[in-house]
């Protein structure tokens, strides 16, 4: 059999500034010190430049991105919005919400006699909003839902009714996202009368 030669690509040798590791790590403190110090003189003076706040007294400000557990809008008349369709249970990657559809008493709407969202199993992805066409499940800003047992992770209906201007904010940013028309809120709609 005829041989060949192989000629190997090397990796370029190591430059001086590559070597330099302890100089980088030096370089590092002297960068996490800087802010260290900044912010403790910050705090001496009154000055919030810190980013650690005292959980659970003080509680952060979040962006309507966050993704928290989801929940049940809650009309102005205390309904439900849920017309228990049941896509977001059909749209959940691990099966934990459970709903029983009955009709109302005119038998024109459905609304789920039960809904119940096992937050054991959750995992916050926003599927079951995505899929919902009514906006009747949206992801809230509840994170601490933590529980020692199986059966405080299990949410019924009542418990995952929040009213829906609360979850204003997230509304309008999933209009957004899901390219959706934006709905103007009751003081909007009011200053726009006014102004006529
Ligand atoms: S966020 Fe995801 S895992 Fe949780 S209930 Fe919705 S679809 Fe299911
Ligand atoms: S997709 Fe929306 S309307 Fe349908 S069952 Fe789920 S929450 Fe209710």
């Known amino acids: 059999?005829?041989?060949?030669?192989?000629?190997?690509?090397?990796?370029?040798?190591?430059?001086?500034?590559?070597?330099?590791?302890?100089?980088?790590?030096?370089?590092?403190?002297?960068?996490?010190a800087r802010h260290f110090f900044r912010n403790l003189f910050a705090f001496m003076r009154g000055r919030r430049t810190i980013a650690t706040i005292l959980y659970p007294e003080e509680k952060m400000a979040w962006?309507?991105?966050?993704?928290?557990?989801?929940?049940?809008?809650?009309?102005?008349?205390?309904?439900?919005?849920?017309?228990?369709?049941?896509?977001?249970?059909?749209?959940?990657?691990?099966?934990?919400i459970t709903i029983y559809p009955a009709e109302t008493a005119d038998e024109i709407e459905r609304y789920p006699e039960i809904f119940d969202i096992d937050m054991s199993r959750c995992m916050f992805c926003g599927f079951c909003e995505e899929a919902?066409?009514?906006?009747?499940?949206?992801?809230?800003?509840?994170?601490?839902?933590?529980?020692?047992?199986?059966?405080?992770?299990?949410?019924?209906?009542?418990?995952?009714?929040?009213?829906?201007?609360?979850?204003?904010?997230?509304l309008r940013y999933i209009r957004r996202g899901y390219d959706r028309p934006d709905v103007p809120t009751p003081a909007q709609t009011a200053e726009r009368l006014e102004k006529r």
Not at 65 to 89: D, F, I, S, T, W
Not at 135 to 141: F, L, R
Not at 145 to 151: G, K, L, P, S
Not at 157 to 163: E, F, G, H, S, T
């Open 132 to 170: 919902c066409p009514e906006e009747a499940i949206v992801m809230s800003q509840r994170v601490a839902i933590a529980t020692t047992e199986w059966r405080g992770s299990l949410w019924h209906k009542r418990d995952l009714l929040v009213p829906v201007h609360e979850l204003d904010p997230r």
């Open 63 to 96: 962006s309507p991105a966050m993704r928290g557990m989801p929940v049940l809008v809650q009309m102005e008349n205390g309904k439900e919005r849920c017309v228990a369709c049941g896509l977001c249970e059909w749209a959940c990657p691990v099966d934990c």
């Open 1 to 32: 059999m005829a041989s060949r030669v192989v000629t190997v690509e090397r990796p370029p040798r190591l430059r001086a500034v590559d070597t330099m590791g302890p100089l980088l790590i030096v370089r590092g403190l002297l960068v996490t």
